[in-house]
C-alpha cells in the first residue's frame, strides 16, 4: 500500500524502519522498539511464504481490548489466486479498463510473528455488516468499536418485513463474527483511500502493475496539486469510460488509475507541505486516520491508517 524507492516499496520488510520514521514525522503514529525489531522478519516471512512480489505494512485498527496490525501481499501470488477464483484480472485491448489490482489482506496473530488471511469479504458478508450496522444505529449509538478479539461474535436483531400485505414484520437474530467484520472494515478503508502519486506505478502489456524504476519523485508543485494523487484500486467504471479514447498506448500505462480529485464529497482531502521535514503530508478527512506522504523530489513515499475504522459521516456538512 507504500509506494516504491526505485522498484522498492517504503513500508516492506527493508526499509520500514527508514518509512516508519517519516511516518511517525508526518503522523505521530509510531511503532514501539519490539514492532520494529519484529514486524520487518515477519512481514519478510509472508512474502517468501506466499511468494508475493511486495508485502507492506498497512496499518493498525485499533479495538477495546488490542489492536490489530494489517499487512497486504500484492503480486503474482495475489494475481494467481485471482484467477483461480475465476476473478477478472486482465486489462481490456489498449488499457481502457483494468478489471482489479490483486491484493491478499491479512492481520497479525496473537503471537507477534505470524500472520491471517483475514476472509473475503463477498456479498454475504457486506450485507452481514450492513445489517449490524444498521442495528447499531438503531439502538442510538453511531458506532461500535471492535474488540480486539478475532473470534468475537457480534449478535444483533433484523427486522423482516411481511411478506404480504397486513401481515406483521418478524425479527430474526444474526450473528457477525470480528473477523469477518475486520476484513470489511479494512476493505472499505482500502477502497477509499490507498493513495500513491501520479507515476509511481506503470500498468504493462503483460497485464501487471509494477513499480515505476524511473519515478523520481514529486516536485513542490505537482506535490502540492490533489490531482498528483492517485487510488492504488481498480478504477471505477465511469473513470474509466471518460479516458480519451485518442491516448496513447505509452500515456494510458501511466494514466490508469483513478485520480483523488474525483473523490465525493469534494474537499474529502487535506494537503499541506512540511517545510522542515520537506514532506508532503496529505490527510484523509473521510476516514481520519489515513495519512499518505511523499518526501519531494524523492521517490520515498507511503501511507498507513491508523484508527478505530469510523467513517466521517458528517463530512458533507463539514465542508
Known amino acids: 500500500r507504500l509506494g516504491g524507492l526505485g522498484t522498492q516499496t517504503t513500508m516492506d520488510s527493508e526499509v520500514l524502519a527508514l518509512s516508519s520514521d517519516l511516518m511517525a514525522t508526518a503522523s505521530g503514529f509510531c511503532l514501539t522498539t519490539e514492532q520494529r525489531a ?52 486482465v486489462v481490456a485491448e489498449y488499457f481502457e479498463t483494468l478489471k482489479t489490482i490483486p491484493k491478499k489482506t491479512y492481520r497479525l496473530s496473537p503471537d507477534g510473528v505470524g500472520w491471517t488471511l483475514l476472509p473475503t469479504v463477498d456479498e454475504a458478508v457486506k450485507t452481514k455488516v450492513a445489517e449490524y ?6 439502538s442510538g449509538k453511531v458506532f461500535e468499536p471492535l474488540m480486539g478479539d478475532a473470534a468475537n461474535v457480534f449478535k444483533f436483531t433484523v427486522t423482516i418485513p411481511p411478506a404480504e400485505e397486513g401481515a406483521e414484520a418478524t425479527t430474526e437474530e444474526r450473528e457477525l463474527v470480528e473477523d469477518e467484520r475486520l476484513a ?50 481498480s478504477p471505477h467504471a465511469k473513470a474509466a469510460e471518460e479516458a480519451p479514447a485518442e491516448q496513447s498506448a505509452m500515456v494510458k500505462s501511466r494514466d490508469f488509475l483513478d485520480s483523488v480529485a474525483g473523490d465525493t464529497p469534494k474537499g474529502s482531502w487535506s494537503l499541506k507541505h512540511d517545510s522542515p521535514n520537506n ?41
Open 38 to 89: 519484529l514486524l520487518p522478519p515477519s512481514l519478510e516471512i509472508l512474502k517468501i511464504e506466499n511468494k508475493f512480489s511486495r508485502v507492506v505494512f498497512w496499518g493498525k485498527l485499533q479495538g477495546k481490548m488490542g489492536d490489530y496490525f494489517i499487512a497486504q501481499g500484492l503480486g503474482e501470488a495475489a494475481s494467481m489466486d485471482a484467477k483461480v477464483q475465476g476473478g477478472e484480472i
Open 133 to 138: 450496522e444498521a442495528s447499531v444505529r438503531g
Open 184 to 233: 470489511a472494515m479494512v476493505a472499505e478503508i482500502d477502497e477509499a483511500t490507498s493513495v500513491v502519486p501520479a507515476g509511481a506505478y506503470v500498468l504493462t502489456a503483460s497485464q501487471q502493475v509494477l513499480a515505476n524504476g524511473f519515478y523520481r519523485g514529486l516536485p513542490l508543485s505537482d506535490g502540492l496539486s490533489i490531482r498528483s494523487y492517485l487510488h492504488m484500486r
Open 279 to 319: 514532506l508532503i503530508i496529505l490527510r484523509s478527512l473521510l476516514y481520519p486516520g489515513y495519512i499518505h506522504f511523499n518526501v519531494v523530489d524523492s521517490p520515498l513515499h507511503g501511507s498507513a491508517y491508523v484508527g478505530t475504522g469510523l467513517r466521517n459521516t458528517n463530512l458533507a456538512f463539514m465542508l
